[in-house]
Nanobody, 120 residues
Framework: EVQLVESGGGLVQPGGSLRLSCAAS????????MSWVRQAPGKGLEWVSA????????NYADSVKGRFTISRDNAKNTLYLQMNSLNFEDTAVYYC?????????????WGQGTQVTVSS
């Protein structure tokens, strides 16, 4: 079965950095686009970033553009999100999500999420 397991979250000071990882299994990872989505406390879901199966297409929400970098290592079946210059508004549970085959924006599986807390 499809499994997506996020890791790398934690407590970080404003201006700090974290790298999130998403270990994927149960499908041919290299054939599918992937995304990161987040949910801040008491807020709705916010799409963060997407990456095509081969890594050639990337896109970011305006709120994270220039600070976050999405990447993937298809040999390791792992998706990453490098987060720099973190601020309080980045506090959220971060989820990785698998896209439906042949799409980027339509997702069908999400992980359980990893908590990122930005606090001084």
């Amino acid at each position: 079965e499809v499994q997506l397991v996020e890791s790398g979250g934690g407590l970080v000071q404003p201006g700090g950095s974290l790298r999130l990882s998403c270990a994927a299994s149960g499908f041919t990872f290299s054939s599918y686009a992937m995304s990161w989505v987040r949910q801040a406390p008491g807020k709705g879901l916010e799409w963060v970033s997407a990456l095509s199966s081969g890594g050639g297409y990337l896109n970011y929400a305006d709120s994270v553009k220039g600070r976050f970098t999405i990447s993937r290592d298809n040999a390791k079946n792992t998706l990453y999100l490098q987060m720099n210059s973190l601020n309080f508004e980045d506090t959220a549970v971060y989820y990785c999500a698998k896209s439906v085959y042949g799409t980027v924006t339509v997702t069908d599986y999400w992980g359980q999420g990893t908590q990122v807390t930005v606090s001084s």
